[in-house]
């Protein structure tokens, strides 16, 4: 087998990310020497390791309390960052999309069609270099719905938007926000039941580097 030298303290989980960041991303535990153990175990000198993944499994910020390799640190905090920018620029499209539908009931006009015509104008107030960073900005809290709308409908001061107060506003908006947030990670904390992965095929166990001996490093 191939010999991997790790720094002393390191994980199951360092292990996975040191063969490969798909390995990591998706660990979900493993064996050493043949016995059952959890991502965060840590290995010794000699071990043989065996690692198990789940197609279900994602990297979580909790992760990076136990894993001690700059390589796995490195690829965890890469994926939470892309991971937050895309579902921030999802929850700003749909936040966008439901305030627009409801303005233009109210006011019987395509208020979509004038976003799309006005979005460089927009983008300019905002200091926004594309509409997926607008998106994102949105969906962050960093800018609220009511400025964005009253930018559309050529309205200063939420005046005519029929709006509550902007403290009220923002509450509203943070609110939507953190029922999103919440449902997205009610979602995360089921158990995984599809077992292991191995090219389409489930409940199959990922030997990885058998007979590999992790070094103190």
Same mark, same amino acid.
């Given at each position: =087998?191939?010999?991997?030298? $790790?720094?002393?303290?390191?994980?199951?989980?360092?292990?996975?990310?040191?063969?490969?960041?798909?390995?990591?991303?998706?660990? &979900?535990?493993?064996?050493?020497?043949?016995?059952? &153990?959890?991502?965060?175990?840590?290995?010794?000198?000699?071990?043989?390791?065996? *690692?198990?993944?789940?197609?279900?499994?994602?990297?979580? %910020?909790?992760?990076?309390?136990?894993?001690?390799?700059?390589?796995? /640190?490195? %690829?965890? !905090?890469?994926?939470?960052? /892309?991971?937050? !920018?895309?579902?921030? *620029?999802?929850? =700003?499209?749909?936040? $966008?999309?439901?305030?627009?539908?409801?303005?233009?009931?109210?006011?019987?006009?395509?208020?979509?069609?004038?976003?799309?015509?006005?979005? =460089?104008?927009?983008?300019?107030?905002?200091?926004?270099?594309?509409?997926?960073?607008?998106?994102?900005?949105?969906?962050?809290?960093? @800018?609220? @719905?009511?400025?964005?709308?009253?930018? *559309?409908?050529?309205?200063?001061?939420?005046?005519?938007? =029929?709006?509550?107060?902007?403290?009220?506003?923002?509450?509203?908006?943070?609110?939507?926000?953190?029922?999103?947030?919440? /449902? !997205?990670?009610?979602?995360?904390?089921?158990?995984? %039941?599809?077992?292991? *992965? &191995?090219?389409?095929?489930?409940? &199959?166990?990922?030997?990885?580097?058998?007979?590999?001996?992790?070094?103190?490093?």
């Amino acid at each position: =087998g191939e010999l991997f030298a $790790l720094a002393q303290g390191s994980s199951l989980l360092d292990f996975a990310y040191r063969v490969h960041t798909e390995l990591g991303n998706r660990c &979900v535990g493993g064996k050493i020497n043949g016995k059952m &153990v959890p991502m965060r175990q840590q290995l010794r000198n000699g071990d043989t390791v065996e *690692i198990m993944t789940s197609s279900d499994q994602v990297p979580r %910020r909790s992760w990076l309390d136990f894993v001690r390799t700059s390589k796995a /640190q490195a %690829r965890i !905090r890469q994926w939470l960052k /892309q991971e937050q !920018r895309q579902e921030s *620029i999802d929850l =700003g499209r749909e936040l $966008l999309d439901k305030e627009l539908k409801k303005q233009g009931s109210k006011r019987q006009i395509d208020v979509s069609k004038t976003h799309k015509e006005k979005l =460089g104008r927009i983008l300019s107030t905002f200091d926004l270099s594309d509409e997926e960073s607008f998106l994102s900005a949105l969906g962050y809290g960093q @800018i609220s @719905i009511e400025s964005v709308v009253g930018e *559309i409908l050529g309205t200063t001061n939420n005046q005519g938007l =029929g709006l509550s107060k902007d403290e009220q506003s923002d509450a509203s908006t943070m609110q939507f926000i953190e029922e999103k947030a919440s /449902q !997205r990670d009610a979602s995360r904390s089921k158990d995984v %039941r599809d077992g292991i *992965i &191995v090219g389409g095929e489930k409940n &199959v166990l990922i030997s990885y580097c058998k007979n590999c001996n992790p070094l103190r490093g």
